[in-house]
């Protein structure tokens, strides 16, 4: 198995443009997860999925932040508009229950 | 309020020893604890998973202790070597907040041979 892919690896935008982070789980995995990591706050909970199904976004900062599993293989979030503050490396990770996380490689957001 | 707290000073041994990394949790009552490894630039890794009724768990060179009482979690890795070098992250699962983990602010470890 190639892990949990995310894309793009890094991202640069300018204030106020739309950003979508991309995230395949590993295959048979039903929970999803999305972090965000700065050195301030370190590992934040966004959102988490369960067999597709939103269950806790209460970690997601504003409206401005949007996620979706559309299916098994796939999620986004979706940062719009974006802000300097939301700069950060976002990850996504994906585990069956009760057991250890398999995270991605990251997305490092810049925002300017 | 509700804290996971790791020392935020770096930790520096000698190749050989044992270092010892401490987790401590205010106001949570974790399912589960468990222990990542993340190096620069890189997603953390999982390395170990104690449950609530468990004291002790090992793995190779890796030692994890889980003290209830005193809300603890203890992380030990024995004969270090410079390749150990990483940032140690703590994490537990609420088990009145559902499944999802939260994470502690990590300790670094630097092993100098």
């Known amino acids: 198995d190639a892990g949990v892919i995310q894309s793009p690896r890094h991202e640069v935008t300018e204030m106020g443009q739309e950003v979508t982070l991309r995230c395949k789980p590993i295959?048979?995995?039903?929970?999803l997860f999305w972090y965000r990591q700065t050195m301030m706050r370190g590992l934040e909970l966004l959102i988490y999925?369960?067999?597709?199904?939103?269950i806790d976004d209460s970690g997601m900062p504003e409206d401005r932040f949007s996620a979706k599993m559309p299916n098994a293989s796939f999620s986004t979030l979706k940062i719009q508009p974006s802000e300097p503050r939301d700069s950060a490396v976002y990850f996504c990770a994906s585990s069956l229950w009760g057991t250890g996380y398999t995270f991605g490689s990251g997305t490092r957001l810049t925002v300017v | 309020s509700q804290k996971i707290e790791q020392n935020s000073e770096a930790l520096n041994i000698q190749e050989g020893k044992t270092a010892t990394l401490t987790c401590n949790y205010t106001n949570y009552s974790p399912a589960y604890l468990q222990w990542y490894r993340q190096d620069p630039g890189r997603g953390p890794v999982f390395l170990l998973l104690i449950r609530e009724n468990e004291k002790e768990k090992r793995k190779e060179r890796l030692k994890v202790t889980f003290d209830t009482t005193l809300k603890q979690s203890l992380f030990h890795i024995t004969a270090s070597q410079p390749a150990d070098s990483a940032t140690y992250l703590c994490a537990l699962a609420d088990n009145q907040a559902g499944t999802a983990l939260i994470f502690g602010k990590g300790t670094t470890l630097s092993v100098s041979s």
């Open positions: 295959s048979g995995h039903d929970y």
């Open positions: 999925f369960n067999n597709n199904v939103p």
